[in-house]
């Protein structure tokens, strides 16, 4: 019991400094120390602006195109919107995309289909204000897979067209 | 002799009937219910030492070759009850009729003065006793294996009635891991049967879709030594390479460039180039270096093949939606469909023969290889159906189709050189180091 009237009493007390009008007294502003000496800044996080890596993280290599098709999918054009932006962001950069095909084509026949999915990418970086020097396209076909077991997983993942920074990116 | 001659062609019309009537059906080549006609080829005689070793090697390879074909089937030696000593002297025939040897084939093989080999060979038939051809052939000792290709090529051609096709070689793209896991593909020849394989290209580029000069020993390929796919030459007797359009006009010459296939008389190719990312097919004269468009569809037109005559053309688009094949004027202009079936249709390649063209047809997840009639009538035939079929290549005389072929492994696909006959029988590996594909026939050589 005795506890909780002092207790009670601290807080009025506080209470009534609180609501004092009187200025609190003035202290001597506290001399001025030493900035710390400057320290490496810390490694930001996530890549670097335009470099390589940031293009891959942010705005994503690679569009997917569904079996024997080079049209682009919803997706696929979200993908190279922000490739788009990425591109149009740091212009001094050059790229070159190259088609791949799944194994389950025959070759010349995939070396065709693979360029018609770079060209499809392409046209729509065109589109998005890229400027058409700027992009070289190749068509690996299926010679190049990204994934090499025989799945429909992987075949599906075969199935692209990848966007490399070949000129202009920061390191 | 005429009997025996008229037997095998009986065998060979019996063969493509059989074919037919199980048209659209799958051969089972493990079937082979018909008979190759029984041959004996006991080793050549000779001197003992080089020749009589040769001797034995010639045969070896006479024997082989004709079993390849599927349509002889060479006796053991050791049934032989007759030891050939002189080829001059006629056979005992009866021993040889005895064991069933239908033809006999005796040879000989002599060191002559300035090293080199005289070879004779003599084919009997041994029911009649008579001699059916006979041939004496001279070489350095090292072209010993091209001597009996010759002699086997003899042998077809006598008892079949059509060339022979053993004095040949292969040109295929030889693939090896890499190192960071993207496989080396390069150019690799050999003889028709897998002797003598050496590379052609250098692991510095992928190099892919060899085709043979069908007059000189010329190839195209497709290279990527300038990064992308581009249409080379190359003279396989002085190693000399370039692009095909260095020199021409650029019209093809930014974007990529593909198989280009040659005009049975050789001085003209038929190549599908890539312009603004559509291919069309051009012609391209090797004298005039002029390069003509003949396709001129928002498809892609590729993988062209003359006809025989040089009038026609195959090639296969995608202008009907899925790819399928279709026949143009060699000078281009309307084009004819003439493969109307579901799936898809690629790698059309006419036969020597001028009626048939061999294609690739995928549906429903499967490969297979086929033949269709150039002019689109009748049925399709499957020779072959699998896990994977590409780049068929015909045999000079038109009888068998080289692919590649693909079997499905848990960690990729192994391709292959596999050959199967006309009548889809006779399936069989060819013996490669290694994965191999895109088989290329020479013609037979001079």
Redesign the interface.
């Known amino acids: 019991m005795k506890y909780v009237s002092v207790l009670s009493a601290a807080v009025l007390g506080l209470s009534l400094a609180a609501c004092a009008s009187k200025p609190a007294p003035v202290e001597p502003t506290p001399a001025p120390v030493e900035r710390p000496a400057p320290q490496p800044r810390p490694e930001p996080q996530g890549p670097v602006a335009g470099s390589v890596q940031d293009f891959e993280v942010n705005a994503g290599d690679r569009v997917f195109y569904g079996y024997?098709r080079y049209d682009l999918t919803g997706e696929a054009r979200e993908t190279l919107r922000r490739q788009a932006s990425w591109l149009n962001a740091y212009p001094q950069t050059r790229i070159l995309i190259a088609g791949n095909c799944d194994?389950?084509?025959?070759?010349?026949?995939n070396?065709?289909?693979g360029?018609?999915r770079a060209?499809s990418a392409?046209?729509f970086l065109i589109s998005q204000g890229v400027d058409p020097s700027r992009i070289s396209?190749?068509?690996y076909?299926k010679?190049?897979p990204t994934c090499?077991?025989?799945s429909e997983r992987c075949h599906a993942v075969n199935r692209n067209a990848i966007t490399v920074i070949t000129d202009g990116a920061a390191s | 002799m005429r009997l025996l001659r008229l037997s095998l062609s009986a065998l060979l019309a019996c063969l493509a009937f059989v074919s037919a009537a199980q048209a659209q059906l799958v051969v089972d080549v493990t079937e082979g219910h018909l008979e190759p006609l029984p041959i004996a080829v006991p080793d050549f005689v000779g001197e003992p030492g080089l020749a009589s070793e040769r001797g034995a090697d010639i045969a070896r390879v006479v024997a082989a070759d004709l079993a390849s074909s599927g349509l002889f089937a060479p006796i053991d030696d050791e049934a032989f009850i007759e030891r050939i000593e002189d080829i001059n002297l006629r056979p005992r025939f009866g021993d040889w009729r005895v064991i069933n040897a239908d033809a006999l084939v005796v040879g000989s093989v002599e060191v002559m003065d300035d090293g080199r080999l005289l070879v004779a060979f003599r084919l009997w038939d041994t029911a009649s006793e008579q001699q059916l051809t006979g041939l004496r052939l001279t070489s350095v000792p090292e072209n010993w294996r091209r001597v009996a290709h010759k002699l086997a090529d003899a042998v077809y051609e006598r008892l079949t009635g059509e060339k022979g096709y053993f004095d040949t070689r292969i040109v295929y793209v030889a693939e090896s891991p890499g190192d960071n896991g993207i496989p080396v593909r390069r150019l690799a020849i050999m003889d028709q049967d897998g002797a003598n394989p050496s590379f052609l290209t250098s692991r510095n580029y992928m190099a892919l879709l060899p085709n043979y000069s069908p007059v000189s020993q010329e190839i195209t390929y497709v290279s990527f030594r300038d990064g992308h796919a581009t249409s080379f030459l190359y003279d396989l007797e002085s190693g000399r390479q370039e692009a095909l359009f260095d020199s021409g006009p650029s019209l093809a010459s930014e974007g990529q460039s593909l198989s280009a296939r040659y005009h049975p008389q050789g001085h003209v190719l038929a190549v599908s180039a890539e312009r603004q990312g559509n291919h069309d097919i051009f012609r391209f004269d090797l004298r005039t270096r002029q390069l003509r468009q003949l396709t001129n569809s928002p498809a892609n037109d590729v993988e062209p093949s003359y006809s025989p005559d040089g009038e026609r053309l195959v090639f296969s688009s995608t202008r009907g939606g899925s790819s399928q094949l279709y026949v143009m004027s060699a000078d281009g202009g309307e084009a004819q469909r003439i493969t109307f079936g579901e799936g898809r249709y690629t790698t059309p390649v006419w036969s020597p023969r001028g009626d048939l063209i061999a294609f690739t047809k995928q549906h429903q997840g499967m490969f297979s290889l086929g033949v269709v009639r150039a002019d689109g009538s009748g049925d399709e035939r499957i020779l072959y159906e699998g896990f994977f079929v590409d780049t068929p290549a015909w045999s000079p005389n038109g009888r068998v189709i080289l692919f590649t072929r693909g079997e499905r492994r848990s960690d990729g696909t192994r391709y292959e050189i596999w050959s199967v006959d006309l009548a889809g029988f006779n399936l069989r590996r060819l013996p490669t180091q290694g994965q191999a594909s895109d088989p290329a026939w020479s013609p037979l050589i001079e």
């Open positions: 024997d194994e389950r084509g025959t070759r010349e026949y070396l065709a289909l360029n018609r060209q392409r046209d396209v190749v068509s076909g010679e190049r090499t077991e025989n």
